[in-house]
């Protein structure tokens, strides 16, 4: 069961995601492509 989930692995989404297991949350990333967004 996880208590956050971040839809889109682009900066924000990675950043947003990180920031969450930082704070102690059970994180899941949901990315439709690669991981990096429109950066990479
Ligand atoms: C051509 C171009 C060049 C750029 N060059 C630079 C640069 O040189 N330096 C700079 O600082 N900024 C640059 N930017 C801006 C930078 O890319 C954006 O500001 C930044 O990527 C925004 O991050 P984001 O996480 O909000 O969105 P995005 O990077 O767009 O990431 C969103 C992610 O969400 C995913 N997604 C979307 N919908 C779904 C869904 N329904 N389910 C699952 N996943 C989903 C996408 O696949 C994507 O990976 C550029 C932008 C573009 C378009």
Known sequence: ???VVVVGG???GVTAALRARELGAEVALVERGRLGG???
């Open 10 to 12: 682009g900066l924000a």
């Open 38 to 40: 429109h950066l990479y």
């Open 1 to 3: 069961m996880y208590e």
